[in-house]
C-alpha cells in the first residue's frame, strides 16, 4: 500500500476487487491504439442480449494535465480534466457532460501522511455537495463519506467506515444508507509468489434484516494468467480467468450459474482489451 490512508473510496477496495472486479455477464470488446504525438484513442463495444452500446474515448496528457474525452451511441460528450499535483499531495478534477447543463462538477482531492479529503460541488444554483475524508496511516484509519443537497437542505448521503491494514491482510467496517445497511469486508494474501487471496464480505440491512455474505479467491496460474471464483449465500456461484496474452492485452471469460435454480441456463460473459 502507498503512503499514508488513502481516500474514503479506498476503504474495503480490496476485497471489493477480488469479489467483483472483472466479472462480465455481458460481451465487451475494447481496442486502444496511439497517434504519433501520444494520444490514446480507445474504442468500445458492449452487447447487452440484444441491446448494443458504444463509445469512443481520447486522452491526450500534457505535463501533468489529462483530458479525457468520451462520446457514446446517444451522443452525449463526457469531458474530464484532471490536474495531478499543482501543489503537492493535490489533484483537481473538472468534469461535464454535454448537453445536460446541470452535470458540470468541480472536485478536489488531497492526500497527506495522515489524512486523505476529496470533495466536489456541482455548478449549478442549488449544487450538490460531496465531502469524504479520512484520517489515520497505513495501518489503521476512519473516514465518512457526504453528500448534501443545498436544494432541498437534507443529506442524501451519510456514511462512515474504519479500516485495519497489516502485513498481509486487511479488514474493513462501514455503516451506509444512512446508518441502515453495515457491511463489513476481510482480504488476506495467501501466498504473495502466486498472488492468491482471498475476501470475504457481509452486508446486513437492518430495515429488511437481511444478510448477504460473499466469499471468493483468486490465484495466479502462471504470471500471465489469473483464476477467480466467488459464491454468496444465495447459491449465485461465479468463477472467471483472465489471460494476458500480449502485454496489456486481456482476455477474459467468466460464467455464473444459480446453485439453487441449476435447471436454468448459466451466464457467459467475454471481455477482450487490446492495446499495442
Known amino acids: 500500500m502507498g503512503k499514508g490512508p488513502g481516500l474514503y473510496s479506498d476503504i474495503g477496495k480490496k476485497a471489493r476487487d477480488l469479489l467483483y472486479k472483472d466479472y462480465q455477464g455481458d460481451h465487451k ?14 474504442s468500445t463495444g458492449i452487447k447487452k442480449g440484444e441491446l448494443l452500446l458504444a463509445d469512443v474515448s481520447t486522452q491526450l496528457k500534457n505535463k501533468n494535465i489529462t483530458t479525457d474525452v468520451k462520446v457514446d451511441t446517444n451522443s452525449n460528450l463526457f469531458t474530464t480534466v484532471t490536474v495531478d499535483e499543482p501543489a503537492p499531495g493535490l489533484k483537481t478534477i473538472f468534469s461535464f457532460i454535454v448537453p445536460d447543463q446541470k452535470s458540470g462538477k468541480v472536485e478536489l482531492q488531497y492526500q497527506h501522511e495522515y489524512a486523505g479529503i476529496s470533495t466536489s460541488i456541482g455548478l449549478t444554483a442549488n449544487p450538490l455537495v460531496n465531502f469524504s475524508g479520512v484520517v489515520g496511516n497505513n495501518c489503521l484509519s476512519v473516514g465518512t463519506d457526504l453528500s448534501f443537497d443545498t436544494a432541498s437542505g437534507n443529506f442524501t448521503k451519510l456514511n462512515a467506515g474504519l479500516n485495519f491494514t497489516h502485513s498481509d491482510l486487511i479488514a474493513s467496517l462501514t455503516l451506509n444508507d444512512k446508518g441502515d445497511t453495515l457491511n463489513a469486508s476481510y482480504y488476506h494474501i495467501v ?17 429488511s434484516n437481511e444478510n448477504t455474505l460473499t466469499i471468493g479467491t483468486q490465484h495466479a496460474l502462471d504470471p500471465l494468467t489469473m483464476v477467480k471464483a466467488h459464491v454468496n449465500n444465495y447459491g449465485r456461484a461465479s468463477a472467471l480467468i483472465q489471460h494476458e496474452w500480449r502485454p496489456k492485452s486481456l482476455f ?5 450459474v444459480d446453485t439453487r435454480a441449476i435447471e436454468k441456463s448459466a451466464k457467459v460473459g467475454l471481455a477482450v482489451a487490446l492495446k499495442p
Open 29 to 42: 470488446f475494447t481496442f486502444t491504439t496511439y497517434t504519433s504525438n501520444g494520444v490514446a484513442i480507445t
Open 252 to 256: 477474459t471469460i467468466s460464467g455464473e
Open 191 to 207: 501466498s504473495p509468489l502466486t498472488n492468491t487471496a482471498v475476501g470475504a464480505e457481509l452486508t446486513h440491512s437492518f430495515s
